[in-house]
């Protein structure tokens, strides 16, 4: 079974930045990608970025696009989500989610497509 912890949520103000991580640990041999997800009071779940952990391949939401970076440490088991120019909107709680299978461009950030997630971490921006 593949482990999944975050860290690094907190509270910043508008045009600020965080770093979330996401530790992974446990039997990984099947896991290909990683991806990050975020959930608003009242809204539905929303993928953020996504990337692959074999070649590098990364993905995002139109609205993060310019602002938020996912990257991978693999040395330290860790993917990162760098989020710059952070707006009230980003508000949400953030969870990292672990894939065995990505056959296709237009899964990979459907929430649906992940088998492992994290607890989550709350981001909170104020204006």
């Known amino acids: 079974q593949v482990q999944l912890v975050e860290s690094g949520g907190g509270s910043v103000q508008a045009g600020g930045s965080l770093r979330l991580s996401c530790l992974v640990s446990?039997?990984?041999?099947?896991?290909?990608?990683m991806a990050w997800f975020r959930q608003a009071p009242g809204k539905e779940r929303e993928g953020v970025a996504a990337?692959?952990?074999?070649?590098?391949?990364?993905a995002y939401a139109e609205s993060v696009r310019s602002r938020f970076t996912i990257s991978q440490d693999r040395a330290k088991k860790t993917v990162y989500l760098q989020m710059n120019s952070l707006q009230p909107d980003d508000t949400a709680m953030y969870y990292c989610?672990?894939?065995?299978?990505?056959?296709?461009?237009?899964?990979?950030?459907?929430?649906?497509?992940?088998?492992?997630w994290g607890q989550g971490t709350q981001v909170t921006v104020s204006s």
């Open positions: 990337i692959g952990l074999g070649g590098g391949t990364t």
């Open positions: 989610a672990a894939a065995a299978r990505m056959p296709l461009v237009s899964w990979r950030l459907r929430s649906e497509r992940y088998n492992n």
């Open positions: 446990g039997y990984t041999y099947n896991t290909d990608w």
